[in-house]
């Protein structure tokens, strides 16, 4: 069973920063992508950055130059730190990973934390 655990989401005023973390647990052979996803009230989920298993990032348009994702390979878990935020960056906010559990898995899954929440006061 594969888990992903997030943490570090809360209310900070607009200009502040917010750090969230995600770590994968469980049967993990296999990490490839690492990410973040967002989802506000009335929208669709977005992609907001993403970590491949060679450091490769992707980040939306909209927080380019704001926020940056990494990753501790050691320890399953990635990071989004989130600078000079706004009003628009208050959502959901989703970790996302790729994970084969197993050797014999051929593809890997996308496994979805719970979400956390992060609201950006004026």
């Avoid at 917010?18 to 990490?31: E, M, W």
């Avoid at 050691?74 to 050797?103: G, H």
Wanted: one cysteine or more; glycine letters at 10%.
């Amino acid at each position: 069973q594969v888990q992903l655990v997030e943490s570090g989401g809360g209310l900070v005023q607009a200009g502040g920063s917010l750090r969230l973390s995600c770590t994968a647990s469980g049967s993990i052979f296999n990490i490839n992508y690492m990410g973040w996803h967002r989802q506000a009230p009335g929208k669709q989920r977005e992609s907001v950055a993403a970590i491949s298993s060679g450091g490769s990032t992707n980040y939306a348009d909209s927080v380019k130059g704001r926020f940056t994702i990494s990753r501790d390979y050691a320890k399953n878990t990635v990071s989004l730190q989130m600078d000079s935020l706004r009003l628009e960056d208050t959502a959901v906010y989703y970790c996302a990973a790729d994970i084969r559990p197993y050797a014999y898995h051929y593809s890997p899954t996308r496994y979805w934390g719970q979400g956390t929440q992060v609201t950006v006061s004026s």
